[in-house]
């Protein structure tokens, strides 16, 4: 049997937090491209900017009228997302 060298406990967190915190990325990676693929054509040409933190989705709307009806239906958004995700990965939408 082969042994491995002896390794410090902090490197091994520290290693252990980064695949953690990539895993996050791809989340929110994943999140973005189901707005995109969900939503309909007109709403992400609108999409300036978006990016998901904390469970929470911040979308940028360049169109007032676009924005007032998305904030009106926000909870079927959420849930089409979710669906799509397979699990209640958005907490909250924020449009701005």
Known sequence: ??????????ALLKEYFNDIE???NILAARVLRTWDEVMEENITRATMSKYFKNGILYCTISSSILRSMLVARVYSVKEKINNSLGSDVVKKIVFR
Do not use: A, C
């Open 1 to 10: 049997m082969k042994r491995n060298k002896p390794v410090k406990l902090g």
């Open 22 to 24: 990539k895993g996050d």
